[in-house]
């Protein structure tokens, strides 16, 4: 059977000449018979002109960027098992102790230079600028104590951790770990909500001035006192003030121990200087005593350049 022409337009662009049909021989099995079987086959030239256009190669994919793969994971630093790796159990309990370390964080200090002498495991520390010893060359950073050594955590920004020695909390900044962060901007002007606390020794005399003082430039909401070792001398009672003012935080103040003053203010006082506070005795004068004494205020911080 020889070659022959025929229109195969369902396949190419129409034209009779774009395909030509061949004929070759095949055998049907044991009978030995010769059947013939017809292919086509695309005329030179047409190929890439039709079915391009009706079946179109697509573009081959730009290579794919090779990655680094990770050992620990982004945020909080964990150790991430391998494929294939050997004790594997060391790994997933190093990750679960600083887990355990990071997680509802607790800073037994803040700008910390000088590790201590003994920690408990799993205690940490936010490290200062210059730390010195076991933690040098760490600035910045958190210290945990495991197994009986030092391991470090880099801190984000937004972290929060209660400090214990200061029984408040904390915000890392991106630079350091400030307390009493109501809200930071992102040049880091902040408001801040703070309260100083400090034990007053009464001293002789009609007027006792603390040494503590009210800081600049922030906004006293209240003045809480409580006396912790009873106020002796010849007083009936006594009052809690500034200069000026001796009784804005309380008057009528009892003398033994648990006697307290809230000196809540209707509208909030705007300090400019730092302000000592001032009790005054009424109907007498004082001996001796002690008062804790706690200034609630509100301070705000100026934006970086």
Known sequence: MSPSVRCASAIACGSCEA????????????????AWQSRPRMAPGRRSRSLLRRFPTPMAPAPL????????????????????????????????????????LVLEARGANTPPAEAEEGATWGLGVDPTGDWAGQGGRIAIRLGGGWVFATPRRGWRAWISEEGAQAV?????????????SPSGAGSFMRVKEFEHVVAPGSVSQSDAVIPANVLVLAVTARVTQSITGSLATWRL?????????????????????RGLLGTPMAHYAATPLVLSATGGSFAGGRVRIAVHYYEPSLPGL
């Open 241 to 261: 003030g500034v200069a000026g003012a001796p009784d804005r935080y309380g008057s009528g103040l009892g003398r033994e121990v648990g006697a307290f003053a």
């Open 19 to 34: 395909v030509r049909w061949c004929a070759r021989p095949t055998s049907t099995g044991r009978t030995g018979a010769t």
């Open 65 to 104: 960027r090779r990655r680094t793969p990770m050992t620990r994971t982004p945020l909080l630093a964990l150790p991430l098992l391998q494929p294939a790796q050997a004790q594997k159990h060391v790994t997933v309990n190093e990750a679960l102790a600083r887990l355990d370390a990071l997680s509802m």
């Open 172 to 184: 890392f900044d991106g630079a350091a770990w400030r307390g009493g962060v109501l809200a930071l």
